[in-house]
């Protein structure tokens, strides 16, 4: 950032928040791209609540994505509506994610039979990471959204360490988590989260019909009928996004050129009259069904 200030460069690729100083400093415009990250909430359906899928719904249309995104993430960040973010192959606008709604979250409750409320867990990691800048914060939102459908939560946290092993243990009930897409493709999210090992001894999670989807997916050469395999298996997860959080790991300075796959018009104008910060997005927050 100092370097931006200074004039010795006049392209930077930050995190938000250096995003959010720049926003700060005169003569230097902010610009956004599409995301490949997200941040969810993951629902351990292995035991009672949430092995109701009532309860799992309640929780995800209790949470206000809009007030989390607008809050928590200074402006870097919007509701999301499904777990593929905007811009990968893959992604379905015509897919409706479930609606902030606590009277709808309240009923569904009231029918799963905890109509007088429920005690629970809500872990998140200590240390702070460019998509979870503010872990406390973030999960202590979550649980007053959710204290107003009579869900109490007690919010503690561990050591990335021990916070891995025990949620692969599925030995937290709800918990943060972060993901970044190895390539723009909806395979790098769906495969990896919805059809592994993995997600069924953490969260109890197990799919044959995703798994067989998404791997009819993987061997289809024709891209538009890999892309609406992708999007069947995307629908079916059943995963409510709360909100896309657009920014980057790292910071990489630019000084006599740039990466120009990746820098729209509007950036190069700006190039040529004055300094530029150029922030990836991170995409969404979820909640698993």
Same mark, same amino acid.
């Given at each position: 950032?100092?370097?931006?200030?200074?004039?010795?460069?006049?392209?930077?690729?930050?995190?938000?928040?250096? !995003?959010?100083?720049?926003?700060?400093?005169?003569?230097?415009?902010?610009?956004?791209?599409?995301?490949?990250?997200?941040?969810?909430?993951?629902?351990? $359906?292995?035991?009672?609540?949430?092995?109701? !899928?009532?309860?799992?719904?309640?929780? @995800? $249309? #209790?949470?206000?994505?809009?007030?989390?995104?607008?809050?928590?993430?200074?402006?870097? #960040?919007?509701?999301?509506?499904?777990?593929?973010?905007?811009?990968?192959?893959?992604?379905?606008?015509?897919?409706?994610?479930?609606?902030?709604?606590?009277?709808?979250?309240?009923?569904?409750?009231?029918?799963?039979?905890?109509?007088?409320?429920? &005690?629970?867990?809500?872990?998140?990691?200590?240390?702070?990471?460019?998509?979870?800048?503010?872990?406390? !914060?973030? !999960?202590?939102?979550?649980?007053?959204?959710?204290?107003?459908?009579?869900?109490?939560?007690?919010?503690?946290?561990?050591?990335?360490?021990?916070? $891995?092993?025990?949620?692969?243990?599925?030995?937290?009930?709800?918990?943060?988590?972060?993901?970044?897409?190895?390539?723009?493709?909806?395979?790098?999210?769906?495969?990896? &989260?919805?059809?592994?090992?993995?997600?069924?001894?953490?969260?109890?999670?197990?799919?044959?019909?995703?798994?067989?989807?998404?791997? @009819?997916?993987?061997?289809?050469?024709?891209?538009? $009928?890999?892309?609406?395999?992708?999007?069947?298996?995307?629908?079916?997860?059943?995963?409510?996004?709360?909100?896309?959080?657009?920014?980057?790991?790292?910071?990489?300075?630019?000084?006599?050129?740039?990466?120009?796959?990746?820098?729209?018009?509007?950036?190069?104008? @700006?190039?040529?009259?004055?300094?530029?910060?150029?922030?990836?997005?991170?995409?969404?927050?979820?909640?698993?069904?």
């Amino acid at each position: 950032m100092a370097a931006l200030r200074n004039g010795t460069v006049h392209l930077v690729e930050g995190s938000m928040d250096s !995003a959010r100083l720049a926003r700060q400093m005169s003569g230097v415009k902010v610009f956004l791209r599409p995301s490949r990250s997200v941040v969810f909430l993951s629902i351990n $359906q292995k035991a009672a609540p949430f092995d109701d !899928a009532r309860v799992r719904q309640a929780v @995800a $249309q #209790a949470i206000d994505r809009k007030a989390i995104a607008d809050k928590l993430y200074g402006g870097l #960040a919007q509701p999301a509506d499904q777990f593929v973010p905007p811009g990968i192959a893959g992604y379905d606008r015509t897919l409706a994610g479930i609606s902030y709604n606590r009277s709808t979250a309240r009923q569904l409750l009231s029918d799963a039979g905890y109509g007088g409320g429920l &005690l629970s867990q809500l872990w998140h990691p200590t240390r702070a990471r460019s998509l979870m800048p503010d872990p406390r !914060a973030l !999960a202590e939102t979550i649980a007053g959204d959710l204290r107003g459908i009579d869900i109490v939560t007690v919010v503690n946290s561990l050591d990335a360490v021990t916070y $891995q092993q025990r949620s692969l243990e599925g030995a937290l009930p709800l918990y943060l988590q972060t993901w970044t897409g190895d390539i723009p493709d909806a395979d790098s999210f769906l495969t990896n &989260l919805f059809a592994s090992d993995a997600v069924s001894r953490s969260i109890g999670y197990s799919s044959p019909e995703i798994k067989t989807t998404l791997a @009819a997916a993987r061997s289809e050469s024709n891209a538009s $009928q890999r892309v609406t395999l992708q999007r069947h298996a995307a629908c079916a997860v059943g995963l409510c996004p709360v909100s896309c959080a657009r920014a980057t790991p790292g910071l990489r300075l630019h000084t006599r050129a740039f990466w120009p796959g990746v820098v729209s018009d509007g950036v190069a104008g @700006a190039l040529r009259t004055r300094k530029v910060m150029h922030v990836q997005p991170n995409c969404g927050i979820m909640d698993g069904l």
